[in-house]
C-alpha cells in the first residue's frame, strides 16, 4: 500500500478587479469631449498635391490590402523576416523601385530612396548631416530642390511569437509602404512635386529587440532631417506615452552545501535572488508612477535538500525620460549588490543583452501636419494625455527620435478593450477597421512628408525644435 499522499489543488483563483480600468475609461471618456489638438500653424503643400496624393494612395490600397493580409497570414518573428522582407521589396520592385534587402547589417532591413541623388539605395551612403544641420545629400538632381529635407518612412513587419500580428506590424508595414508609393507616383509623374529625398527603411526586430538602434549604428539614419512612421492602437492618438526600456540579467554566486546537515557552511544564492525580488518591490513605491520595473527569477536551484549556489533574475526596467531610465537602472543595480550583500554571495550584473530602447521624443510640428492630414481623413486625433501615460509600452523608435527630429502616432484599428500583443488585436489587425487604417495611414505619413518638403517654415521650424528639445544624443554611449 502506497504511502503517498494523493495531491490537493485549488484551482480557484481571485477575479482580476478592472475598477481601475474603468476609472481611466471615465477620464477618457471626459477628458475626450472637451480635448481638441491644436493642429498645425503652418501651410504645408497646395491642396492640389493632397488631392492628387489621396487618389495615389487610394488606386494602391487593393494591393496594400492583399500584402497586409499576407503577411499577417505568415508572420514572423524578430531577425528572421525573410519572407516578409522579401515580399515588401518584391511590391517595390514591381512599382519600379529598386530596394536593397539585408542593409545596415541586418539581413531583413530593406532601404529603397527617391529624389535627392537617385532613387538607388546605395545613393545615401555619401550623405551626411554636417554642423549646420543641412543635409549634404545632392538635393538638387532628380527633383531635389536646393536645400530640400531627407525624411524617412519607416515600416515594422516582425511578429509576435505564439500570437503573430497582435501588435498590427503587418498593418504598419503596408501603410510605410503605401506611403512611400505614392510620393514615389507623385514624383514620378512630376519630379517637382516632391522636390526632395524621401528614404523608406523596413526595419525589422521591434518586438523583444531594438532593431532600428542596430540600424542606426550602421548608419541608417545619416543624411536624415526627420523620421515618420505610425502605429496601430485602440485609439487615435497624435501623440501617446512611450516609455524608454532597458533588460538587466542578474546572476548570484553562492556556495552548495548539504540543506539540513550543514546549512551553516553554504550561502544561499536564491536568498539573495529573493531579497532583490523584494527589494525591487519596494522600491516601486518611492518611483515615478509611469515607471516600471518587471522581474522574473529564471534559476534558484534543483533540489530543496542543496542550498542553491546559483540563482538568475530577468529584469525589465522602463521610465518616461533618458534621464529618468538611467537614475533607475543605477537604483536597481544597487539592490542588487545590497541583495549579494545581505546573503553573502556574489553577483554578476549584465545589461542590455540587445540594445535598450529610448522614449520617444515627439516633435510636435511634425505631429500637427500629421492632425491635419488625419482630420482630411476623417479621424480626429487625440492630444497627449487624454489617454493616460500609465498605459505605455516600448518601441525601438524612441532611439531614432533622440537621432532626428520623429513622430510616432497611434491610428485606431480596434475597440479601446482590446489590449496590444494578444491573439484579439491579432484578429482586428486583419478587419475592415485595420484595411480603412491602412490607407488613412498611408496618406496621413504621405502628407506629412509631403508638407515638409514644400514648407521651408515647416521644416524649420522641425529642426528647431529639435534642438530646442535637447538635439541629438549619443545613444550608444548614453548609459555608459
Same mark, same amino acid.
Given at each position: 500500500?502506497?504511502?503517498?499522499?494523493?495531491?490537493?489543488?485549488?484551482?480557484?483563483?481571485?477575479?482580476?478587479?478592472?475598477?481601475?480600468?474603468?476609472?481611466?475609461?471615465?477620464?477618457?471618456?471626459?477628458?475626450?469631449?472637451?480635448?481638441?489638438? %491644436?493642429?498645425?500653424?503652418?501651410?504645408?503643400?497646395?491642396?492640389?498635391?493632397?488631392?492628387?496624393?489621396?487618389?495615389?494612395?487610394?488606386?494602391?490600397?487593393?494591393?496594400?490590402?492583399?500584402?497586409?493580409? $499576407?503577411?499577417?497570414?505568415?508572420?514572423?518573428?524578430?531577425?528572421?523576416?525573410?519572407?516578409?522582407?522579401?515580399?515588401?521589396?518584391?511590391?517595390?520592385?514591381?512599382?519600379?523601385?529598386?530596394?536593397?534587402?539585408?542593409?545596415?547589417?541586418? $539581413?531583413?532591413?530593406?532601404?529603397?530612396?527617391?529624389?535627392?541623388?537617385?532613387?538607388?539605395?546605395?545613393?545615401?551612403?555619401?550623405?551626411?548631416?554636417?554642423?549646420?544641420?543641412?543635409?549634404?545629400?545632392?538635393?538638387?538632381?532628380?527633383?531635389?530642390?536646393?536645400?530640400?529635407?531627407?525624411?524617412?518612412?519607416?515600416?515594422?513587419?516582425?511578429?509576435?511569437?505564439?500570437?503573430?500580428?497582435?501588435?498590427?506590424?503587418?498593418?504598419?508595414?503596408?501603410?510605410?509602404?503605401?506611403?512611400?508609393?505614392?510620393?514615389?507616383?507623385?514624383?514620378?509623374?512630376?519630379?517637382?512635386?516632391? %522636390? &526632395?529625398?524621401?528614404?523608406?527603411?523596413?526595419? +525589422?526586430?521591434?518586438? =523583444?529587440?531594438? =532593431? @532600428?538602434?542596430?540600424?542606426?549604428?550602421?548608419?541608417?539614419?545619416?543624411?536624415?532631417?526627420?523620421?515618420?512612421?505610425?502605429?496601430?492602437?485602440?485609439?487615435?492618438?497624435?501623440?501617446?506615452?512611450?516609455?524608454?526600456?532597458?533588460?538587466?540579467?542578474?546572476?548570484?554566486?553562492?556556495?552548495?552545501?548539504?540543506?539540513?546537515?550543514?546549512?551553516?557552511?553554504?550561502?544561499?544564492?536564491?536568498?539573495?535572488?529573493?531579497?532583490?525580488?523584494?527589494?525591487? &518591490?519596494?522600491?516601486?513605491?518611492?518611483?515615478?508612477?509611469?515607471?516600471?520595473?518587471?522581474?522574473?527569477?529564471?534559476?534558484?536551484?534543483?533540489?530543496?535538500?542543496?542550498?542553491?549556489?546559483?540563482?538568475?533574475?530577468?529584469?525589465?526596467?522602463?521610465?518616461?525620460?533618458?534621464?529618468?531610465?538611467?537614475?533607475?537602472?543605477?537604483?536597481?543595480?544597487?539592490?542588487?549588490?545590497?541583495?549579494?550583500?545581505?546573503?553573502?554571495?556574489?553577483?554578476?550584473?549584465?545589461?542590455?543583452?540587445? %540594445? +535598450?530602447?529610448?522614449?520617444?521624443?515627439?516633435?510636435?510640428?511634425?505631429?500637427?501636419?500629421?492632425?491635419?492630414?488625419?482630420?482630411?481623413?476623417?479621424?480626429? +486625433?487625440?492630444?497627449?494625455?487624454?489617454?493616460?501615460?500609465?498605459?505605455?509600452?516600448?518601441?525601438?523608435?524612441?532611439?531614432?527620435?533622440?537621432?532626428?527630429?520623429?513622430?510616432? +502616432?497611434?491610428?485606431?484599428?480596434?475597440?479601446?478593450?482590446?489590449?496590444?500583443?494578444?491573439?484579439?488585436?491579432?484578429?482586428?489587425?486583419?478587419?475592415?477597421?485595420? @484595411?480603412?487604417?491602412?490607407?488613412?495611414?498611408?496618406?496621413?505619413?504621405?502628407?506629412?512628408?509631403?508638407?515638409?518638403?514644400?514648407?521651408?517654415?515647416?521644416?524649420?521650424?522641425?529642426?528647431?525644435?529639435?534642438?530646442?528639445?535637447?538635439?541629438?544624443? $549619443?545613444?550608444?554611449?548614453?548609459?555608459?
Amino acid at each position: 500500500m502506497s504511502s503517498q499522499q494523493p495531491p490537493r489543488s485549488d484551482a480557484q483563483h481571485s477575479e482580476v478587479s478592472t475598477a481601475y480600468l474603468r476609472q481611466l475609461d471615465e477620464e477618457r471618456e471626459a477628458a475626450m469631449r472637451t480635448s481638441s489638438h %491644436p493642429g498645425s500653424s503652418f501651410d504645408g503643400a497646395a491642396p492640389a498635391l493632397h488631392d492628387r496624393l489621396e487618389e495615389l494612395v487610394a488606386a494602391d490600397a487593393p494591393e496594400m490590402i492583399e500584402l497586409m493580409l $499576407d503577411l499577417a497570414e505568415h508572420p514572423e518573428v524578430a531577425f528572421e523576416e525573410h519572407r516578409s522582407a522579401r515580399a515588401i521589396a518584391d511590391v517595390l520592385a514591381a512599382h519600379g523601385i529598386e530596394a536593397q534587402v539585408g542593409v545596415h547589417g541586418l $539581413d531583413t532591413a530593406i532601404r529603397a530612396e527617391i529624389g535627392g541623388s537617385g532613387a538607388s539605395a546605395d545613393s545615401s551612403a555619401d550623405s551626411s548631416v554636417g554642423a549646420d544641420g543641412e543635409s549634404s545629400a545632392d538635393a538638387g538632381t532628380d527633383g531635389g530642390a536646393e536645400g530640400a529635407p531627407a525624411l524617412a518612412i519607416l515600416a515594422e513587419y516582425d511578429s509576435l511569437p505564439v500570437v503573430g500580428h497582435g501588435c498590427g506590424h503587418n498593418v504598419i508595414a503596408v501603410m510605410g509602404l503605401g506611403a512611400f508609393l505614392a510620393l514615389a507616383a507623385l514624383a514620378e509623374a512630376d519630379p517637382s512635386a516632391v %522636390p &526632395g529625398r524621401v528614404v523608406f527603411l523596413g526595419t +525589422p526586430a521591434e518586438e =523583444g529587440h531594438t =532593431g @532600428k538602434e542596430y540600424m542606426a549604428r550602421e548608419g541608417a539614419f545619416e543624411g536624415l532631417d526627420a523620421a515618420v512612421m505610425v502605429h496601430p492602437y485602440g485609439y487615435d492618438l497624435a501623440d501617446q506615452t512611450w516609455l524608454g526600456r532597458r533588460t538587466l540579467t542578474v546572476e548570484f554566486h553562492g556556495h552548495t552545501a548539504h540543506a539540513s546537515a550543514q546549512p551553516f557552511m553554504g550561502r544561499n544564492a536564491l536568498d539573495a535572488a529573493s531579497l532583490m525580488y523584494q527589494g525591487v &518591490g519596494l522600491m516601486r513605491q518611492q518611483t515615478p508612477s509611469t515607471d516600471r520595473i518587471h522581474a522574473v527569477i529564471r534559476e534558484g536551484g534543483d533540489r530543496a535538500s542543496v542550498v542553491p549556489d546559483h540563482a538568475r533574475l530577468d529584469l525589465y526596467v522602463r521610465s518616461q525620460r533618458p534621464e529618468t531610465l538611467k537614475d533607475l537602472s543605477l537604483r536597481v543595480e544597487d539592490v542588487a549588490r545590497g541583495a549579494a550583500l545581505m546573503a553573502g554571495v556574489g553577483v554578476t550584473v549584465r545589461w542590455d543583452e540587445h %540594445p +535598450p530602447s529610448l522614449p520617444v521624443r515627439t516633435n510636435e510640428a511634425l505631429t500637427g501636419r500629421w492632425v491635419a492630414s488625419q482630420r482630411r481623413r476623417g479621424r480626429d +486625433p487625440l492630444p497627449h494625455g487624454v489617454v493616460s501615460p500609465s498605459l505605455a509600452a516600448s518601441t525601438d523608435f524612441g532611439n531614432v527620435s533622440y537621432r532626428v527630429p520623429g513622430i510616432h +502616432p497611434v491610428i485606431r484599428i480596434a475597440p479601446p478593450e482590446v489590449a496590444l500583443h494578444t491573439r484579439e488585436f491579432a484578429q482586428w489587425a486583419v478587419s475592415e477597421d485595420a @484595411k480603412s487604417a491602412a490607407s488613412d495611414g498611408a496618406y496621413g505619413l504621405a502628407a506629412t512628408v509631403l508638407d515638409t518638403l514644400h514648407d521651408p517654415a515647416l521644416a524649420t521650424a522641425v529642426g528647431e525644435e529639435f534642438e530646442a528639445s535637447g538635439g541629438a544624443i $549619443d545613444v550608444p554611449g548614453f548609459f555608459d
